[in-house]
Nanobody, 122 residues
Framework: QVQLVESGGGLVQAGGSLRLSCAAS????????MGWYRQAPGKQRELVAV???????HYADFVKGRFTISRDNAKNTVDLQMNSLKPEDTAVYYC????????????????WGQGTQVTISS
């Protein structure tokens, strides 16, 4: 079993900052890409940012210049620094990782965290 646990969500005013963290644990052989997605009420889940094991990152247009994704491969963690937050950033944020388990080291599976609520007030 692989667990992804997010932390760092909360309520902040527009223009403020939050930092989300996600830690992967369990039956892990290696981790490929890690990322953050979000889902607002009544909307589909969407990609926010993704980072490869080598550190290459990609951002959705709506967060470019405001959010920064980073990871620590030694700790199996991925963070999302969110600055200049807007009310439209309000959503549940989910951590995602492509994980190869010890039992099946040549196969990557997508794992999800339980989500953390981010609410931005105007």
């Amino acid at each position: 079993q692989v667990q992804l646990v997010e932390s760092g969500g909360g309520l902040v005013q527009a223009g403020g900052s939050l930092r989300l963290s996600c830690a992967a644990s369990g039956d892990i052989f290696s981790i490929g890409a890690m990322g953050w997605y979000r889902q607002a009420p009544g909307k589909q889940r969407e990609l926010v940012a993704v980072i490869s094991s080598g550190g290459s990152s990609h951002y959705a247009d709506f967060v470019k210049g405001r959010f920064t994704i980073s990871r620590d491969n030694a700790k199996n963690t991925v963070d999302l620094q969110m600055n200049s937050l807007k009310p439209e950033d309000t959503a549940v944020y989910y951590c995602n990782a492509d994980v190869a388990r010890v039992a099946v080291p040549n196969t990557f599976i997508k794992c999800w965290g339980q989500g953390t609520q981010v609410t931005i007030s105007s």
